[in-house]
């Protein structure tokens, strides 16, 4: 075995978890791999490979038995990100999506809550997770989507942008700012928002760099109307639930991105070593060796944290902020040192369509960018080190 099947052989499964990850594994390399080209090129959502993904009943693995899933840990839900990102990064971010957006729901949410919309997510319902607006990215202070009350009804004004599976979701987990609360720190609250409510619209969708085939939707919200009951805990409460959402959904990213950099390495190795220049391998030459050595240390690196930070919170940790943070950008920034340096080995050939590292490159890049900005990363893992 070589260093990345040690450890993967090496990550804390259990036998059920292991038969599902080969199950996956299977279902990437034999048909989710072969159709992310055409996916790529075309832009169309991959409906086929979320109904194979929903044929696994893979969502089930982070829903509640008790609503209808068979919940695994989160070790074997980061495994399976990174084999199905590995694959097509669209696909596995379709997937991932549906983790970060019902997890507040799952953590947060009332038992009427869970009952009304857990068991439509583990049937293979679409989740979207709607924090981002114009003036708000990174900044999660400044979005302007007011929530009023108004009686039992909660009425919903404002927009969206940047909102993965968007256009596609069944549920949305809307983050806006309670009206009857000036402060924009403690005016943050969030709620359940289904597909069917009027007033609710897709503007429409990004032609991007990469992951095509996932859809990234700009919606809005005309005096939407849903039950107080949709209320995700106390107005207010919607920050505390961001940041520890995010904590969890960060090393989801980081998986992901570490799907693409494997991906680009491996193909990066077949061909050195199948290609020959002045009569040699291009491997043989040491320049490349070394150029290869880097790369491999610190993926290696990186996915042995992954594995770390997911034992942390299989052991029922919850502080594990700048971690996670650390994770997210590390993996996303070696992605793209990763696939970038794969375009590079492969010459002229990495830069064409034809094969796939052009498109892991692309795919790369917006890993860097969501889920937190990396230089807002760097400053909070920086700023955690200030003395009081």
């Known amino acids: 075995m070589n260093i990345f099947e040690r450890l993967d052989f090496a990550v804390s499964l259990n036998q059920e978890e292991r038969i599902l990850l080969d199950a ?15 996916y790529d090129k075309t832009g169309k959502f991959p409906w086929e490979n ?6 696994l009943g893979l969502n089930a693995m982070f829903i509640p038995e008790e609503y209808g899933g068979a919940p695994l840990s ?22 991932a999506t549906n983790f970060h957006a019902i997890k507040p729901l799952i953590d947060f949410g009332t038992q009427d809550q869970k009952q009304r919309f857990l068991p439509r997510m583990a049937a293979g319902g679409l989740a979207s997770l709607a924090i981002t607006e114009p003036g708000a990215g990174s900044d999660a202070l400044g979005m302007r989507t007011k929530f009023t009350p108004d009686g039992d009804d909660i009425v919903i004004q404002g927009g969206k942008v940047f909102i993965t599976n968007g256009d596609v979701a069944d549920l949305y987990i809307l983050f806006g ?20 409510t009027p007033g609710l619209s897709v503007v429409g969708t990004e032609t991007k760099m990469g992951h095509r085939a996932s859809t990234t939707a700009a919606i809005s ?18 920050l ?17 991105a570490l799907g693409i950099a494997r991906a680009a390495f491996e193909d990066a190795v077949t061909y050195i070593n199948e290609r020959k220049q002045s009569g040699r391998k291009i491997i043989e030459f040491q320049g490349i060796q070394f150029m290869l050595a880097d790369m491999a240390t610190d993926l290696a690196m990186c996915e042995g944290w992954l594995w770390r930070l997911a034992a942390m919170v299989d052991a029922g940790a919850t502080d594990f902020g700048i971690e996670a943070s650390m994770l997210k950008m590390r ?7 990763i696939a970038t340096d794969a375009v590079q080995l492969l010459g002229g050939y990495g830069y064409c369509c034809d094969y796939r590292v052009e498109r892991l490159m692309r795919d790369a890049k917006i890993t860097q960018i969501w889920e937190g900005t990396n230089q807002v990363h760097r400053q909070l893992i920086g700023r955690s080190f200030l003395k009081k």
């Open 221 to 238: 919200f005309d005096n939407c109307r849903v039950p107080r009951a949709n209320l995700i805990k106390e107005p207010g409460d919607g």
């Open 24 to 38: 996956v594994r299977t279902l990437s390399q034999e048909q989710i791999a072969a159709k992310a080209e055409h």
């Open 74 to 95: 989160y070790s074997a839900y980061l495994a399976c990100v990174r084999e199905i990102s590995k694959a097509c990064a669209s696909t596995g971010i379709i997937w």
């Open 177 to 196: 700012k309670w009206s009857e609360i000036e402060d924009p720190r403690q005016s943050i609250s969030v709620l359940v928002l289904e597909k069917e």
């Open 331 to 337: 993996a996303s920034d070696l992605a793209m040192r």
């Open 50 to 55: 979320i109904q194979a993904i929903n044929d």
């Open 240 to 256: 505390h639930i961001l940041f520890s959402s995010l904590n969890k959904s960060r090393p989801s990213v980081a998986a992901h």
